[in-house]
C-alpha cells in the first residue's frame, strides 16, 4: 500500500504534516484515508508545501516553518457569514453528481434534499460519472474504494454541507 507524507497549509492557514494511505489523484484534490486523521481526507494540491519521505521528516519541517510561513501565496475561501446564503448553491463546473451511503433513512432523505437544493443529481449507485460520495456512519469501505478507484471524491456529512455553503471542499482538520 502506498502512503505519502507531506507538509500542507489548510483553509484555516495552519500547517502540519499529513499522512495518506492509498491516495487517489484529481486535478485538483489529493485525497485517501489519513491516519493522522482518522478518516478519509480531500487535500488540495496547490497547498502542498513539500512532500517526505517519513512522516517524522514531514512532522519536523512543518513544525519548523510553521511560524514563519508566507500564508499569502496560498488561496484560501472567504467565509460566508450571511445566514441568508446557507441555502445558496455553490458554482460548480456543470452539474455535480453525488451518492449517498451509511446514513439513516431521515438523515439520508435531509441531505438529498439539501444536495438538490444546491442543483446536485442524486444517484442511487455509485456511476462512472460520479463526482461525490457522501458517507455516514454506518458506510462501507468497499464502496468508498470504489468510488475512490474512479476518480470520486469522498466527503463525509459536515465536509458536504461546507461544500454547499462555500464551493469548496473544506480542509480544515483537527
Do not use: W
Request: proline share 3%.
Amino acid at each position: 500500500m502506498e502512503t505519502i507524507y507531506f507538509v500542507y497549509i489548510s483553509a484555516d492557514k495552519k500547517v502540519a504534516a499529513y499522512a495518506v494511505n492509498n491516495p487517489s489523484h484529481s486535478e485538483r484534490y489529493v485525497q485517501g484515508f489519513s491516519p493522522s486523521e482518522s478518516g478519509y481526507r480531500a487535500f488540495r494540491k496547490d497547498r502542498f508545501i513539500k512532500s517526505f519521505e517519513r512522516f517524522d521528516d514531514a512532522k519536523k519541517h512543518a513544525d519548523l516553518i510553521a511560524p514563519t510561513i508566507d500564508a499569502s501565496q496560498y488561496i484560501f475561501p472567504e467565509k460566508r457569514h450571511d445566514s441568508l446564503r446557507k441555502y445558496d448553491a455553490p458554482v460548480f463546473d456543470g452539474e455535480f453528481e453525488i451518492y449517498f451511503t451509511g446514513f439513516k433513512k431521515a438523515d439520508k432523505d435531509r441531505l438529498i434534499e439539501r444536495a438538490k437544493l444546491a442543483g446536485m443529481i442524486v444517484r442511487s449507485e455509485v456511476t462512472v460519472n460520479l463526482h461525490l460520495l457522501c458517507y455516514g456512519y454506518n458506510a462501507g469501505t468497499k464502496k468508498m474504494e470504489l468510488a475512490r478507484m474512479k476518480g470520486t471524491i469522498v466527503l463525509n456529512e459536515d465536509e458536504l454541507l461546507s461544500l454547499i455553503e462555500t464551493g469548496e471542499i473544506p480542509d480544515i482538520y483537527s
